[in-house]
């Protein structure tokens, strides 16, 4: 049964340019979180997702971070215009049900320059 | 303020010898989760732990919870090299509507030397 898939691994772009991420959660999990780590903030909630639908997008730095939920497949997470502050690594994360444990998918280790 | 506050962040032990993770919550959380993230991996899930007094044991880690003294503990028995890695612990919020969220620690560094 394949994991949480997450691309690109690996992102490389230039400040001000536009970034999507994006995420397949688990067949059958209805919740699906994005998640950002860095040394220095370590490990962050961005948005969480209940069925497609966003519950809570506190944890989004500003409105330069969007993120989607088309379908129970897939989710993306959009940063435009990208700020050198915006490097580091960006999980997915999906559970069945809120309560139960979380699977992360690999990240997308992101590079602003 | 919700705060999950984890001790030591750093870790240094020698093979064989034993230690003690401490993870402090703040609230009247159900379930603490502990995971696992090696060097430029993703986060593993250890062990869930659903209600005061569980404890749970995989190999040489295992976790316990006091929800009564908001406290759960991972303890390492005669560690070994590949132990070595870092090691979160989470709350799950359980009020208002934010009931999917963890509140995750800032991780210990474990780094177990021969």
């Known amino acids: 049964d394949a994991g949480v898939i997450q691309s690109p691994r690996h992102e490389v772009t230039e400040m001000g340019q536009e970034v999507t991420l994006r995420c397949k959660p688990i067949s059958g999990h209805d919740y699906l979180f994005w998640y950002r780590q860095t040394m220095m903030r370590g490990l962050e909630l961005l948005i969480y997702?209940?069925?497609?639908?966003?519950?809570?997008d506190s944890g989004m730095p500003e409105d330069r971070f969007s993120a989607k939920m088309p379908n129970a497949s897939f989710s993306t997470l959009k940063i435009q215009p990208s700020e050198p502050r915006d490097s580091a690594v960006y999980f997915c994360?999906?559970?069945?049900?809120?309560?139960?444990?979380?699977?992360f998918g690999p990240g997308t280790r992101l590079t602003v320059l | 303020e919700l705060k999950v506050e984890q001790n030591p962040l750093f870790l240094s032990m020698q093979e064989g010898k034993n230690y003690t993770i401490y993870c402090n919550y703040s609230?009247?959380?159900?379930?603490l989760y502990w995971y696992r993230q090696d060097p430029g991996k993703s986060l593993e899930s250890l062990f869930v732990l659903l209600s005061n007094g569980a404890v749970k044991q995989e190999g040489r880690l295992m976790a316990s919870l006091d929800t009564k003294a908001r406290l759960s503990t991972l303890h390492i028995t005669a560690a070994v090299h590949d132990l070595s890695a870092t090691y979160f612990c989470?709350?799950?919020?359980?009020?208002?509507?934010?009931?999917?969220?963890?509140?995750f620690g800032k991780g210990t560094k474990l780094s177990v030397k021969p």
């Open positions: 989470a709350e799950r919020m359980n009020y208002g509507g934010s009931q999917g969220n963890l509140i």
């Open positions: 994360a999906s559970s069945r049900q809120g309560y139960n444990e979380q699977f």
């Open positions: 609230t009247t959380s159900d379930r």
């Open positions: 997702f209940n069925n497609n639908v966003p519950i809570d």
